[in-house]
């Protein structure tokens, strides 16, 4: 697992929480609705994807990984979450990071899910209410993006990004 410098106290204050996140019933329903293989075996959540018909089908291997960012996409609901700052950007990695956990356990098993990862973002500056989070999935496999190699890039994100087999 890795993440840039601005998610890693964010990261850290959820991992010393003696109370495990509960995810709404919207994200343990697309978690719990598990993964199927799409097209150039793709790994896509059931829940994104659906049965395939409003997604094109005719994917080239070796862009696969653009596919599942694309369809495995993941707005996660803050909504809820408290207003203050430290409050919602906590609670807000706290909960990305409970469906993190959830969505890659329902993958074992499954053809690739051993090269599934997770990349966490959570808006910090002045519109984290409005930024929110985000997780999206893909396969280390052709098309993943060089741009995940550098998170400190990302200025205005915390960012992680977790590998299926590198633990949670």
């Given at each position: 697992m890795r993440k840039n410098s601005l998610m890693l106290p964010l990261w850290q204050a959820v991992a010393e929480r003696e109370d495990p996140e509960i995810l709404p019933d919207d994200l343990r329903d697309l978690a719990e609705s598990g993964w199927r293989i799409g097209p150039a075996g793709s790994l896509l959540l059931v829940g994104c994807y659906g049965d395939g018909s409003g997604w094109r089908n005719d994917w080239q291997t070796?862009?696969?990984?653009?596919?599942?960012?694309?369809?495995?996409?993941?707005?996660?609901?803050?909504d809820d979450l408290?207003?203050?700052r430290d409050q919602f950007l906590r609670a807000a990695v706290a909960r990305s990071r409970s469906f993190v956990v959830a969505a890659i356990e329902a993958a074992h098993?499954?053809?690739?899910?051993e090269s599934l990862v997770a990349i966490v973002s959570v808006g910090v500056d002045d519109d984290y209410l409005t930024h929110g989070a985000t997780v999206k999935f893909a396969?280390?496999?052709g098309g993943f993006p060089?741009?995940?190699?550098d998170l400190e890039r990302f200025q205005y994100e915390a960012m992680a990004v977790i590998e299926s087999t590198g633990g949670n």
């Open positions: 070796e862009k696969i990984a653009q596919h599942e960012l694309e369809v495995n996409d993941v707005s996660i609901p803050c408290p207003k203050e098993g499954l053809k690739s899910a396969t280390r496999r060089e741009a995940y190699a």
